[in-house]
């Protein structure tokens, strides 16, 4: 099981402020919509979630089920690997390998309400 430790800095002082620990994440996190936002495994019968982090209080804030796609296993017994996140404008943005060696990649777009 991997984790990812994200830590904030005073710029002044150069000390760590606070530190979160997120298990089960692969990649870096992205900045969007005033939130960050790290992708982590999940179980691969159920996808992988994206997690929401509010940098005022160093905190979770939500999560996002990215289901497998259509209810399909992945061809891992070990777990989904965690999706890619790419943020753009008015979008999140999950890369992720499809439910199948044939399938591909999937990709989705995420969008407030």
């Known amino acids: 099981m991997a984790s990812t430790c994200l830590s904030r800095f005073d710029p002044k002082t150069h000390?760590?402020?606070?530190?979160?620990?997120?298990?089960?994440?692969?990649?870096?996190?992205?900045?969007?919509?005033?939130?960050?936002?790290?992708?982590t495994a999940g179980y691969h019968l159920s996808g992988n979630f994206i997690t929401k982090i509010d940098p005022r209080t160093n905190h979770v804030a939500g999560q996002?089920?990215?289901?497998?796609?259509?209810?399909?296993?992945?061809?891992?017994?070990?777990?989904?690997?965690?999706?890619?996140?790419?943020?753009?404008e008015d979008s999140l943005w999950s890369l992720s390998e499809g439910s199948s060696r044939f399938s591909g990649l999937l990709i989705r777009r995420i969008q407030l309400k």
């Open 15 to 39: 000390e760590r402020i606070s530190k979160l620990e997120i298990d089960d994440s692969k990649n870096a996190p992205v900045f969007w919509n005033g939130y960050g936002w790290l992708s």
């Open 64 to 88: 996002i089920l990215l289901p497998t796609e259509h209810g399909k296993t992945t061809f891992s017994d070990r777990g989904s690997m965690p999706a890619v996140l790419l943020a753009g």
